[in-house]
């Protein structure tokens, strides 16, 4: 087990480009999500997948953002034309149903993204 | 809908004082409530959970919490705070999960544990 990974830690770009990250979640944990957590606030949800199917997406995930988890193992999130008001960590967990009501999540270290 | 509210965005103790961060959350169905840490430039780390089989919760590094229904609270304790206590930690709520899992998050309270 070595834990969730995510690439890359740091990102810097300039408004208008487009950016992806990736998250490997921890070897078959079937649901991984997405958060965005900005300066100074807790972490936001933003979508998750279970196995390869996004389930939900939050309305802070605008159009400009698109997830996917293509084979139900790592996850990219990619950010077209990005604004400034996109610089925040981006920040993915993982999870596996047990047998209580509700799975516990653990998180990467997160993906800081800078926009000039 | 489910929210959580952390009182108090800044809290300050001495080494080995009692540590207590305040949570309250407001939600609809049955909650799960987790406290999270945070160090500088890291993803959350869990300290501990509630789930519902007992209302005392204990957690790693003696930190522990008591889920109070009729207070809608879910306060975070130590008895002796130690300097690598000093980080973020936020309160989260969620439904289960076959309502999704998302985890709702307070804003945070820093800690700092002065010598």
């Known amino acids: 087990d070595t834990g969730v990974s995510q690439d890359p830690r740091h990102k810097i770009t300039k408004r208008g480009q487009n950016v992806t990250f990736r998250c490997d979640p921890i070897s078959e944990h079937n649901r991984l999500y997405w958060y965005r957590q900005t300066l100074g606030q807790g972490p936001e949800f933003l979508t998750y997948?279970?196995?390869?199917?996004?389930?939900?997406k939050s309305r802070l995930l605008s159009d400009r953002f698109s997830a996917e988890r293509p084979k139900g193992s790592f996850s990219t999130l990619e950010i077209q034309r990005t604004e400034q008001g996109d610089s925040a960590m981006y920040l993915c967990?993982?999870?596996?149903?047990?047998?209580?009501?509700?799975?516990?999540?653990?998180f990467g270290p997160g993906t800081r993204l800078t926009v000039l | 809908a489910q929210s959580v509210t952390q009182l108090g965005s800044h809290v300050s103790v001495s080494e080995g004082a009692l540590v207590l961060l305040r949570c309250n959350y407001s939600s609809s169905v049955p909650p799960y409530l987790f406290w999270y840490v945070q160090y500088p430039n890291q993803g959350l780390q869990l300290l501990l959970k509630y789930t519902s089989a007992a209302t005392l919760v204990k957690g790693i590094n003696d930190f522990e919490a008591e889920f109070k229904k009729s207070e809608t609270s879910f306060h975070l304790t130590k008895p002796s705070a130690h300097m690598s206590d000093a980080a973020e930690y936020f309160c989260?709520?969620?439904?289960?999960?076959?309502?999704?899992?998302?985890?709702?998050f307070g804003q945070g309270t820093e800690l700092s544990v002065k010598p």
């Open positions: 997948f279970q196995n390869e199917a996004q389930l939900e």
């Open positions: 989260a709520v969620s439904g289960t999960y076959n309502q999704g899992g998302k985890l709702i």
């Open positions: 967990a993982s999870s596996q149903r047990t047998s209580g009501p509700t799975d516990t999540q653990y």
